[in-house]
């Protein structure tokens, strides 16, 4: 974050949180270079980028007086700008190939739209078809993209039994996609 500007020390964070049109304004516009700064740090296009300093903008307004000030205003508007991008890059990311066996088309491909929704709803319920467990070991692992022993640590159950259960999750959403069964 070497380059990227800091945000101005200020009085006022609790008129904001009071209230005070005017303070959340030049809160605003106190934190908004840091937000596009950092949005275009974790964008791979500028129209992403803006969009994701947008939506923290908004959410930062929305949830001002959630903030408890146990961390910096910085740090906490950080985590927005984050929160905000990853939901934004989880919406485009494709299907994990993983998931399905097959590569699938590219979601920002605007002509794929249609196959992209098509299939959307079909893994939906495929996953739905999933155990509530082996649904969030699926997620956690092929989505999210977190190792197989931050995920048995979390759910309190074994690596052999995250990679076991993962397997079959896989090949139970294969079969409900129409795709063969395949060894990964």
């Known amino acids: 974050m070497s380059n990227i500007p800091r945000i101005p020390c200020g009085d006022g964070l609790a008129t904001v949180q009071g209230g005070g049109p005017l303070a ?21 296009n500028p129209a992403d980028a ?10 930062l307004v929305r949830n001002i007086d959630h903030f408890e000030a146990r961390c910096s205003l910085e740090t906490w508007v ?21 998931a399905v066996g097959v590569p699938v088309a590219d979601p920002r491909d605007p002509h794929d739209d249609l196959a992209r929704w098509e299939l ?6 495929a996953l739905s078809a999933l155990s509530e467990l082996d649904r969030t070991i699926l997620v956690k692992r092929d989505f999210d993209g977190r190792a197989a022993r931050d995920v048995a640590d979390q759910i309190g159950i074994s690596v052999p039994a995250v990679k076991s259960r993962l397997h079959r999750a896989r090949s139970t959403v294969r079969q409900q996609l129409g795709y063969p069964d395949v060894a990964v």
Not at 120 to 125: A, G, I, Q, T
């Open 120 to 125: 959307h709803d079909d893994l939906e319920r």
């Open 78 to 98: 950080y985590a927005l700008v984050r929160s905000q991008a990853s939901h934004r890059f989880r919406r485009m990311r494709p299907l994990p190939i993983s």
């Open 24 to 44: 959340l304004a030049a809160l605003v516009t106190r934190v908004r270079p840091f937000v596009v700064a950092v949005a275009h740090k974790l964008a791979s």
């Open 50 to 59: 803006e969009e994701i300093a947008q939506d923290t903008l908004l959410a």
